[in-house]
């Protein structure tokens, strides 16, 4: 019988959102961590972001969050 880890295995995974964490926001062409375009965005309109290394502007980007997935791996293991 599989364990439940196991058949979660390849499935999306919801994750809660903790507001007051920053998480680090990636570009999608390059990787690399995005600046905020606008003072506005976020507040009167959608917050934009600015990628200095390949010039990409808009408002899509990635979440770093290995650093959360990690802290998790080790509580479940331990």
Do not use: F, H, I
């Not at 507040?43 to 802290?71: F, H, I, M, N, S």
């Amino acid at each position: 019988m599989a364990s439940s880890q196991d058949s979660d295995e390849g499935m999306p995974r919801l994750v809660r959102r903790n507001p007051s964490k920053p998480v680090t926001k990636l570009c999608v062409n390059c990787l690399s961590p995005l600046t905020k375009g606008s003072e506005l965005g976020g507040w009167l309109v959608p917050q934009d972001y600015y990628c200095e290394k390949c010039g990409y502007k808009g408002y899509v980007y990635l979440e770093d969050r290995r650093g959360e997935d990690e802290a998790a791996r080790r509580v479940r293991d331990a």
